[in-house]
């Protein structure tokens, strides 16, 4: 194998020990540290003492999958591609889910490192992932494999590199609404890295818990316990890990309990009139029973002829939004690919998420009240590296910048100091 390999225009190691991502979906910092304080954590307080502990920051919006496809790649959504969970395509005028591989522009890290001769393991929590993960990967080839855990006992030696990985395990194939989901992704991380010994390794949960649950609840400690004992293990198995986060959660509601929603589209249709104006919230995806749809981040597309400065300053009036800027600005300022944004794009403050028309959001699976993310204000995620590193802060420290730092650390022992 090569020394280093340029993947987008950043230089990787090749691996010298296994290097391991994982990525806990919807992992605000607050998590770990009340888990911490409360002693269920007793790995990752280790990795204080011996390792690196800083904060980074996710792409915007902050949702899964321009994150995770931010962190393949090593680069942001204006180069990927990827810029939410779905989009408007204006050709067709239809809604469309970002989940094909012909929506991502470049190639990832893993397709590359297998290229270059390294075993690459991925591991989902969501089939909507699985896909974009896997672009350019070949699992049939006995050096590759790419499964989720929501489809685990459906793989095949073929697609995934593996047949019935739930088999192969020694798990149930689990439901996606639950914890077991994600404690399925690590268990596969550990046994992939006790028996087949990837070069190159990346696990990505989900965040229903997160949706739930705030820090500090029993259900939330119990579940980042259970995280922190699978990456001790991990960890024992000889592996360099990183540690961060797609992005934070926070609470999206008002002291009764009801969801704090700006309903964009109520308000667009009755300053300038039906269909002159359309609302796309790139949160949506096929599991919206915990969020409704509901997140921080919203495009508003305009029919030809409406001036959007007129919008903006209404809009940029509107009590709970906190930024809302033209789409040419929301691309410079946010590192987005300009022809799948909207003309308008609205960011909603820390407690209140964007919505579409009122009528549009079914909120009776809602059993808690609502928690989401896609904003500035859940952009800050935790960066754990279990070697110590000369890291940088947020917000020069990015959540895609995982990989590139666990291949320079792969190969460092345990004890070393900083470079």
């Known amino acids: 194998m090569p020394m280093k390999i340029s993947v987008n225009e950043r230089s990787y190691r090749m691996p010298a020990a296994p290097a391991v991502v994982v990525c806990i979906d919807g992992c605000e910092p607050a998590y770990l540290e009340t888990a911490s304080a409360a002693g269920l954590t007793p790995f990752l307080d280790r990795i204080r003492n011996r390792g690196t502990v800083r904060t980074a920051h996710s792409a915007i919006p902050s949702f899964t999958n321009p994150n995770n496809l931010s962190i393949a790649t090593g680069r942001p959504p204006s180069v990927h591609g990827i810029s939410g969970n779905t989009f408007l395509d204006r050709k067709t005028g239809r809604e469309v889910m970002m989940n094909d591989t012909s929506f991502l522009r470049v190639p990832t890290l893993f397709s590359a490192m297998q290229a270059a001769g390294a075993r690459v393991a991925v591991v989902t929590a969501k089939d909507k992932l699985r896909a974009l993960l896997g672009a350019g990967l070949s699992c049939a080839g006995g050096n590759a494999v790419c499964f ?31 914890a077991a989901l994600s404690e399925f992704v690590l268990a596969a991380g550990v046994r992939l890295l006790r028996d087949w010994r990837p070069d190159l390794m990346y696990l990505t949960t989900t965040d229903y818990i997160q949706h739930k649950f705030a820090p500090g609840e029993a259900e939330a400690d119990d579940f980042h316990a259970m995280v922190d004992r699978y990456l001790g293990e991990i960890d024992g198995l000889g592996a360099t890990i990183v540690v961060t986060a797609d992005h934070g959660m926070n609470a999206k509601h008002d002291a009764d309990g009801a969801p704090s929603v700006v309903h964009i589209q109520d308000l667009i249709d009755g300053w300038i009139g039906t269909g002159q104006g359309r609302v796309i919230l790139p949160i949506t995806d096929p599991y919206v029973v915990h969020h409704g749809a509901l997140g921080s981040f919203a495009a508003l597309y ?24 033209s789409g040419p600005d929301a691309a410079r300022r946010f590192e987005l690919p300009l022809d799948r944004i909207g003309d308008i794009i609205l960011l ?41 590193m000369p890291l940088p802060e947020a917000p020069e420290l990015r959540n895609f910048d995982a990989f590139f730092w666990a291949l320079e650390a792969a190969g460092l022992p345990v004890s070393s100091q900083a470079l």
């Open 148 to 178: 989720s855990a929501e489809r685990a006992g459906e793989t095949t030696l073929a697609e995934n590199g593996m047949d019935d990985a739930a088999d192969w395990v020694g798990m149930a194939q689990p439901d996606v609404y639950s």
């Open 302 to 325: 305009l029919a030809d002829g409406v001036d959007p400065k007129g919008i903006i300053e209404r809009l940029q009036a509107v009590p709970g939004l906190h930024e809302v800027v």
């Open 348 to 388: 909603s403050e820390r407690g209140t998420t964007i919505g579409s028309a009122r009528e549009r959001h079914d909120l009776g699976a809602l059993d808690r009240p609502l928690r989401s993310h896609g904003g500035l204000s859940e952009q800050a995620v935790p960066f754990i590296v279990n070697r110590r």
